[in-house]
């Protein structure tokens, strides 16, 4: 029994140590020629593009409820009037970033996983390292970088879609007008509050770029593991998503403290 249990901590630090060198090597590639423009705008488009509906809908529908619960619990103190505002900064600080890259992590960490990991076992990896082709930099940099860029660009989104979102259940049932709901809204909003809450996104992408390829260039035991390759991939990014946040939240609030 403990040698098991050894030897499944032995596996985890492995892995982990595995993730980490291999984001290492793709930070270092990325800086390094020759570059790859193209296929980094092409996965943007496949990884941010494409996302949009699904953050778009998001957005709006959690826009929705936390207005309601907000008016459930302000409506006992008098205080409708913060509700546009309570609403903004739980999302722009930190609910939009959060389910951005949680939903970003499953739809697009299992599709960079399970694309690699066919390759992998299909050998299409090793043609393209045949015909002198860096497959490394072709395959897993480039979509790296993808996800890096592509998530302070989603987070956007999914903020707006979630204001959008609050002022539509607010409206019905108060009739409060949009210029006075945003401007409630953003009226305790700072830059302090809005750029390192969206920047922080870019780690995430960061991270599920990392994990998905690492996972999917170490793809073994053909179609079935691609589809563990798949599920790890989306497993193992939203944990590290959800323990990496906390550890932003706290460097956010040591280099951009709150004001008094």
Known sequence: MYAR????ILASLALVGGIFLFGLRALRDAFLPPYEPAEVIRHIYDIGWRSLPLIALSGLAIGVV???H???SLERFGAEAMIPAGLAIALIRETGPLVTGLLVSGRVGAGIGAELGAMKVTEQIDALEAVAVDSFKYLAVTRILACILAMPMLTLVMDFCGILGGFLAETTVSGMSWQLYFQRAFSLIEFND???ATMKTAVFGSIIGTIACYLGFTTTQGTEGVGRTSTRSVVLASMMIIVSNVVLVKLIFFFFPPAA
């Open 5 to 8: 249990v050894g030897d499944a």
């Open 66 to 68: 936390l207005s309601m």
């Open 194 to 196: 809005f750029i390192p």
């Open 70 to 72: 907000t008016r459930a």
